[in-house]
């Protein structure tokens, strides 16, 4: 065989065996060097290969589908900087623990360091970010060359995916010519059936006999003012349901970030960020238990409250070792599934009536909701309001998704999200909790997603990632864009830069909110995309339910105005503190 024949064999046999592991989605970019791959990817029909222009964004959409999807996706892309531009996709794959698979084409040794055009150094180019690297070396296609390939390609996926998720990141020098003149002979180097070449076993469900178990029930049954705390998890299991049960049967009061899916059920308090600004509320509220499931939720007062729980014993089921306790307070860290945990920890038959101590919770936070509703009654569009709209509007779709973006999106939304009986699923960037990428991950949830996504972003994180949107026109996929545009990024205005005297107006304007001056509905063109611009609570909701029955893409931009959006979160925040302390 020739150099071109022994490369598309082993990458063939490569992207074969990735695909009986379960890989369903790839992404590509445009590139020579990586000729080889792309086609190898494109070929195989069990893919859904997704092209994109950029690099960047189509690292970021192979992130979102991996979200969505709960199975690894791969993204490949050329040699030299074209590598580089997948590290922000791979950073927030590291640290929000999404399954990816990098494969990056490079320049074969003898090309590296003499002067080669698009010949960087690509060993180990994301460092600690990727989970685990390897250069892939592309010898002679005979016996032992595949079956090490194939191995490769069923330890790159299970590594992806199991313990922490994460990148893996495979390099592989190709060699010229890069492409076939004659058709590649048949493979028989797999295993029958289909199967995959190297079988991987998963540790079993907890056991009841498990000793973390017997000590979570010790802790549960001694516990007077326990508190469950469910922060973000992207994974499809039950933990939403099974923390609510728990929490009603125990009752704990369930202090639920949107992004767990758990914010629903008698026990949740929905506005535990607005009861938690209140030192007197904070203080008589002490816990004397901590059990945490998912990530550390973004509230600042919710944290700040965990921080100065002492003496109150502070757990987490954490499986994935995602190591999230920045304050110090965390007195035992379990590796146990925290679905199973949960359920396990249910008794049966649940203990009938409500603790005292949950009543004093679900009081507050239905004096906390009263006052919301009548700070926000009106016809007035606020950010605030629209967190809360956004939720009715997408529970009417059984499968329906928000996908949110960091800064203030998801704030709001922690802040202001209802609780609700079946909650739609809610995904964000939070890994990094950057806005880099936000609008090509939401690209990638809906393309995995069966019912329509709903993307909530503000103006600069949009002109941020304006890119991605030529991937929306390529692919038209059912999304919903809701712009917020308050001319800026309005968290600074939360931030001790928007208060201090100090800095001119228009140096904070121009070099801190950084308004973007773009055109949005052209920005709509650009995807080929509906355009929206309601005025009024009732036309924007009804735009909101119209885009989201609709099959393809709708940007709905909101205007609003980001010195009004502080007056109005503080104003939230004291018609909550009045409410409670007024009802003591």
């Known amino acids: 065989m020739t150099a071109a024949v022994d490369q598309y064999v082993q990458l063939r046999a490569f992207v074969d065996e990735l695909a009986r592991c379960g890989l369903r989605d790839a992404c590509t970019s445009p590139g020579s060097r990586c000729t080889p791959i792309v086609l190898s990817l494109a070929g195989e029909p069990r893919l859904r290969c997704h092209s994109h222009i950029d690099e960047r964004v189509a690292g970021f959409f192979a992130l979102g589908v991996a979200k969505a999807s709960g199975r690894p996706a791969a993204v490949t892309c050329t040699s030299g900087t074209a590598a580089a531009e997948l590290l922000p996709a791979v950073i927030e794959a590291r640290e929000a623990r999404v399954p990816l698979i990098v494969l990056t084409a490079d320049r074969p040794p003898e090309l590296r360091d003499v002067g ?77 059936d289909g199967r995959p070449f190297l079988a991987r076993s998963v540790a079993g469900r907890l056991a009841p006999d498990d000793p973390a178990l017997a000590r979570l029930r010790e802790l549960v049954a001694g516990a007077e003012r326990g508190v469950l705390v469910a922060g973000r998890h992207e994974r499809e299991t039950p933990l939403g349901r099974a923390a609510a049960a728990f929490a009603a049967a125990a009752g704990w009061p369930l202090l639920a970030d949107p992004l767990s899916g758990a914010r629903s059920g008698p026990a949740a308090i929905a506005h535990y960020d607005a009861l938690l ?202 999304l919903t864009i809701v712009l917020v545009n308050n001319g800026g990024g309005g968290i600074f205005d939360f931030l001790p830069i928007g208060r201090t005297p100090s800095v001119a107006p228009e140096i904070y304007r121009e070099h801190v909110a950084t308004p973007s001056g773009l055109d949005f509905e052209r920005s709509a063109a650009l995807a080929d995309a509906v355009y929206r611009r309601p005025e009024g609570r009732r036309a924007v909701g009804e735009a909101l339910r119209t885009a989201l029955q609709a099959g393809g893409p709708t940007l709905i931009e909101v205007r609003t105005d980001r010195a009004r959006n502080v007056e109005l979160h503080a104003q939230a925040w004291s018609a909550v503190q009045r409410a409670v302390r007024d009802a003591s």
């Open 277 to 478: 600004r209140d030192p007197a509320f904070a203080a008589a509220h002490q816990p004397d238990v901590v059990l945490r499931v998912g990530d550390l939720p973004p509230s600042k007062p919710l944290r700040s409250w965990l921080a100065g729980a002492a003496p109150a014993r502070q757990l987490v089921l954490d499986p994935e070792s995602a190591w999230q306790d920045p304050d110090g307070v965390l007195s035992e860290s379990i590796a146990v599934e925290p679905a199973d945990a949960m359920l396990a920890l249910v008794p049966s038959p649940p203990p009938a009536g409500v603790t005292e101590w949950l009543e004093h919770w679900r009081a507050a936070d239905d004096l906390a909701a009263a006052a919301l509703e009548q700070m926000l009654a009106g016809d007035e569009v606020s950010e605030p309001w629209l967190a809360r709209e956004l939720a009715g509007a997408l529970v009417p779709h059984k499968h329906g998704t928000l996908f949110v973006a960091s800064s203030m999106p998801v704030r709001d939304l922690e802040t202001f999200w209802p609780r609700l009986d079946a909650p739609p699923r809610v995904l964000c960037n939070r890994g990094a909790n950057g806005i880099d990428g936000t609008v090509a991950a939401a690209l990638g949830a809906a393309a995995a997603s069966p019912g329509p996504v709903a993307l909530l972003i503000g103006d600069v994180a949009l002109a941020h990632d304006v890119g991605a949107l030529a991937s929306l026109a390529r692919h038209p996929r059912r």
């Open 116 to 192: 080669a055009g698009q010949a960087i150094d690509q060993i180990k180019l994301y460092g600690d970010a990727a989970k685990w690297f390897c250069e892939v070396g592309m010898h002679d296609a005979g016996p032992a060359s595949l079956r090490w390939l194939r191995t490769l390609a069923c330890r790159a996926y299970a590594t992806a995916l199991e313990g922490r998720p994460g990148a893996v990141h495979l390099n592989f020098p190709l060699r010229e010519p890069l492409v076939l003149e004659a058709p590649l002979p048949e493979d028989h180097s797999g295993r029958p």
